[in-house]
């Protein structure tokens, strides 16, 4: 017993300094390379960024930060509790392994402070690449990571370090790359340009359902169990060199240059926005709420219990999910066009009264094994998903200025992921298990309520100039 606890003592405290040592290296070679490439491109700076390579930018960055964050989420239902977390109740290592699932959600305003820090303070470009290299490097060293019949104890420990590196990375991340698209946007389009990171989120959950699903369907469990789970882990890698390679060739934003140009800067962003816009912090937390819950509702806590209550295969679920997941892109740009002509804050309380509609119907719908009646209350739930998605983006970023935008916007995100993701699977799961699905649906219509109670406290942003 003294030598497991030496050992997962040594563990934590090597991981400990490797992860202070690798990110002071990160930072030190990023903004140096940010440095390097902007003062290439500064004796054309006059002719900014083309739109297709800003939407592009913004848009293949939050792909791969949520391609990465979901190959966790399914691998924390299907591969974790038994190589993991192995237990005599699969109940209780499915909840083990789902509060690893949490870990980042605690880690992502971590993320937000810090990656905000530098974006308020050295600029947008930079700290995004150093957003995606951190994700990165934790999920590739997820796929490496032994399992717990081979160091025991100390695997778990390494799983959630690895799973906070991941929540530092995307913390930083989301905020980063809806500025580079809003701020780069034209009059009376915002919200449009705002929705192109958001389409990141279903693009990311499809390719990694997919890779999954195909894994499972030229696998058999014995390989998928031994080695398939580890190949999405280390393809990221490839995916975030070519991220790199289309963040590197980006320009800093426009509305961000005029506060480096008026030295508008301030000294610690993070205060600042506690001190001086702790209204808008709690308001835009709160209005994010619904659209955490929903999520994970609708991805996470689904797959857990349709292929365990309802009897679903891995691959069958699956399936159903990846076509769901095609409602949830369609509703994206759709919500973001009905945001630019009627108004970010009007089109979020129409689509959060239907979310707590929704959860009163989620016992009716998803009580069963039938086929079409699951299917149906996936893709509503995901096409609502994407309506209240595609526009949110954009308002919490028009909830504050840009000397703190990439700040307030983060960290602002950032907690409603803690209220309202972070413990969503285990709370619906234990829900589900002790007193059935009604439940689980009036707990994501309570966190629609609040939302709806938050956005009519909030000022209308449409009219609001980024200048």
């Known amino acids: 017993m003294l030598h497991v606890l030496d050992g997962i003592s040594l563990a934590c405290k090597f991981s400990a300094r ?34 297709a390579t800003v939407l592009f930018a913004s848009l293949i960055g939050t792909t791969i930060e949520f391609f990465d964050f979901y190959i966790y989420a399914t691998a924390a239902v299907l591969v974790f509790p038994k190589l993991f977390f192995p237990s005599s109740d699969p109940t209780a290592a499915t909840l083990q392994s789902l509060a690893t699932f949490a870990i980042a959600f605690f880690a992502r305003p971590v993320g937000s402070a810090v990656f905000g820090h530098y974006g308020d303070r050295i600029g947008r470009k930079v700290t995004l690449v150093a957003a995606l290299l951190t994700m990165g490097i934790s999920t590739v060293v997820i796929g490496l990571l032994p399992t717990y019949s081979t160091i025991g104890t100390v695997a778990p420990l390494l799983l959630a370090l690895c799973r906070f590196g991941q929540g530092l990375g995307l913390g930083g991340e989301w905020g980063g790359a809806v500025l580079l698209a809003t701020e780069n946007a034209p009059p009376g389009k915002r919200a449009w340009y705002g929705m192109f990171p958001q389409l990141g989120a279903p693009i990311g959950f499809f390719l990694s359902g997919g890779i999954f699903l195909l894994l499972s369907e030229t696998l058999s469990d014995a390989q998928f169990f031994s080695f398939g789970w580890r190949i999405p882990f280390l393809a990221s890698a490839l995916l975030v060199l070519m991220g790199l390679y289309v963040r590197l060739k980006i320009t800093e934003t426009p509305v961000f240059q005029k506060v480096l140009d008026k030295n508008e ?27 955490f819950v929903l999520f994970y509702l609708m991805t996470v806590f689904a797959l857990s219990w349709g292929t365990s209550a309802l009897g679903y295969s891995r ?17 994206i740009p759709l919500s973001a066009v009905l945001a630019d002509r009627y108004g970010r804050r009007f089109a979020m309380i129409l689509v959060s009264a239907g979310i707590v509609l929704f959860g009163l119907l989620m016992p009716v719908m998803f009580k069963s094994g039938n086929a079409l009646e699951v299917t149906l209350f996936m893709s509503l739930g ?16 028009e909830l504050f200025p840009a000397e703190v935008r990439y700040t307030g916007s983060s960290v602002t995100f950032n907690f409603a992921g803690i209220i309202g993701a972070s413990l969503a699977p285990y709370i619906a799961t234990w829900l589900a298990s002790n007193y059935g699905l009604k439940y689980v649906g009036f707990y994501l219509s309570i966190a629609a309520v609040l939302t709806l109670i938050a956005l009519l406290f909030t000022r209308k942003t449409r009219a609001h100039s980024f200048a």
Do not use: C
């Open 18 to 51: 490797l992860w202070r040592e690798s990110y002071n290296v990160l930072f030190t070679v990023t903004i140096g390379i940010g440095k390097a490439v902007m003062s290439m491109q500064h004796s054309g700076a006059g002719k900014g960024n083309s739109a």
């Open 265 to 291: 800067r301030v000294e610690v962003p993070v205060l600042a926005v506690f001190r001086d816009h702790g209204r808008m912090l709690v308001l835009g937390t709160v209005i994010a709420v619904a659209t």
């Open 315 to 331: 691959r069958e679920f699956l399936l159903l999910q990846l076509f769901a997941v095609v409602f949830f892109a369609l509703t």
């Open 382 to 397: 995901l096409g609502l998903m994407g309506m209240t998605y595609g526009p949110l983006g954009t308002l919490l970023s």
